[in-house]
């Protein structure tokens, strides 16, 4: 239990020890494009990283809140995705560990994810029977001020009913027919048997006195 076993893709045989990870289960790996590390995902909320050669961890990816289902490592090496039972996708720098970004949509578990052949979206399939395709790069845009409407969306999360900004802001009420269609940047593309896409004009927020009540309140 816990423990990742290497083989030899050749003869079959054992490559080497098995790397214990004290845990009890592990969902998912993947390996670095250099193939000298992997990537585990488990129930302890964490990826590891893990040195090939000596076989000990080097990193702990810290910060879902349930089981990590689905991990995947970008081509050029730099990024690893993974998908969790808390229902977020976040991506990690690769290199020191460091969270980079969370990204939010699904609302059942995360059980797969996987970058494009040029690294420039990772696309995450989820229990919720969705398919959402994620722009990579914008989420390596320069932070915007949260007074703009836009990171207020790309930041928001659903809650009881309201798409409610990082602050605690809310912004849009979202009718319980559309709350599970929702695609809103940094996702670009949902797969589903039906979409709701909301966004902001070029001019600003204009959806009537209700919206620029909560906007302004």
């Known amino acids: 239990m816990g423990r990742i076993y290497l083989w030899r893709s050749d003869t079959g045989e054992q490559a080497n020890e098995p790397f214990d990870a004290n845990i009890t289960s592990i969902y998912s790996l993947a390996f670095s494009p250099d193939g000298t590390r992997i990537v585990s995902g488990g129930d302890d909320k964490t990826a590891r990283i893990w040195d090939i050669a000596s076989g000990q961890c080097i990193l702990v990816l810290q910060g879902h809140t349930n089981d990590v289902l689905s991990v995947a490592w970008s081509l050029d090496g730099s990024v690893i995705g993974t ?121 600003g927020l204009h959806a009537g006195l209700d919206w620029t009540s909560c906007w302004r309140g």
């Open 83 to 203: 998908g969790s039972y808390d229902t977020t996708l976040r991506l990690w720098d690769a290199v020191t560990g460091a969270p980079h970004a969370m990204l939010r949509g699904h609302v059942k578990s995360v059980r797969s994810v996987a970058f494009t052949h040029n690294d420039q979206f990772i696309v995450s399939s989820s229990e919720d029977s969705t398919i959402r395709k994620w722009d990579i790069r914008a989420t390596f845009l320069p932070s915007k001020s949260s007074t703009d409407p836009v990171a207020a969306l790309t930041c928001a999360t659903l809650k009881d009913g309201w798409l409610v900004g990082s602050s605690g802001k809310l912004i849009l009420w979202v009718p319980v027919e559309y709350r599970t269609h929702l695609q809103v940047d940094p996702c670009v593309l949902l797969i589903d048997r039906s979409r709701v896409v909301i966004g902001v004009a070029d001019t």
